[in-house]
Antibody
Framework: QVQLVQSGAEVKKPGASVKVSCKAS????????ISWVRQAPGQGLEWMGW????????NYAQKLQGRVTMTTDTSTSTAYMELRSLRSDDTAVYYC????????????WGQGTLVTVSS | QSVLTQPPSVSAAPGQKVTISCSGS????????VSWYQQLPGTAPKLLIY???KRPSGIPDRFSGSKSGTSATLGITGLQTGDEADYYC?????????FGTGTKVTVL
């Protein structure tokens, strides 16, 4: 069965960087893209960007351009999301989500990784 | 911040029906497919509807989706206590993903 398993919770200071991993199993990793979505406490879902697991092409949300980098390691079927120059409003649960078989949906999600930014 | 507008909350008694609207524009819903997600408290979102009105395997037919112009609607019939959750619509806008503001469904 398809599974996306994310790395554990992180606590970072303002200005630091965080790198969250998302290990995929149960399907051919390079056949589906991965999006990253975050959710601040008590808030809605925010799309952060997408990476093709086939060729590494990326597409980032405009507000995060320059601070976010998404990569994949096809040898371990793992996707990564790195966010730099962290601010307090980056405190959120970060999810990876696999692109679905339809047009633009996300059919499988990781369990989420809480990133807390605090001095 | 979100470009897709949903009502903050809807409620109904068990067994009744609720509908959740998702309003956008020609640059997003008007020219792209819509998906819907259910987020139970403390869990990751779960795909309920994709391509406007299709259900993934395992999703009961109590859940339905539709789209007309720049708006989409999620319907839930035979409401159950286990349906209490937050619901989000999603689509794309200028090649970037967008989600609705979210709707909390309460079963009275």
């Amino acid at each position: 069965q398809v599974q996306l398993v994310q790395s554990g919770a992180e606590v970072k200071k303002p200005g630091a960087s965080v790198k969250v991993s998302c290990k995929a199993s149960g399907y051919t990793f390079t056949s589906y893209g991965i999006s990253w979505v975050r959710q601040a406490p008590g808030q809605g879902l925010e799309w952060m960007g997408w990476i093709s697991a086939y060729n590494g092409n990326t597409n980032y949300a405009q507000k995060l351009q320059g601070r976010v980098t998404m990569t994949t390691d096809t040898s371990t079927s793992t996707a990564y999301m790195e966010l730099r120059s962290l601010r307090s409003d980056d405190t959120a649960v970060y999810y990876c989500a696999r692109e679905g078989g339809g047009y633009g949906d996300f059919d499988y999600w990781g369990q989420g990784t809480l990133v807390t930014v605090s001095s | 911040q979100s470009v897709l507008t949903q009502p903050p909350s809807v409620s109904a008694a068990p067994g009744q029906k609720v509908t959740i609207s998702c309003s956008g524009s020609s640059s997003n819903i008007g020219n792209n497919y819509v998906s819907w997600y259910q987020q139970l408290p403390g869990t990751a979102p779960k795909l309920l509807i994709y391509d406007n009105n299709k259900r993934p395997s395992g999703i009961p037919d109590r859940f339905s989706g539709s789209k007309s112009g720049t708006s989409a609607t999620l319907g839930i019939t035979g409401l159950q206590t286990g349906d209490e959750a937050d619901y989000y619509c999603g689509t794309w806008d200028s090649s970037r993903g967008v989600f609705g503001t979210g709707t909390k469904v309460t079963v009275l």
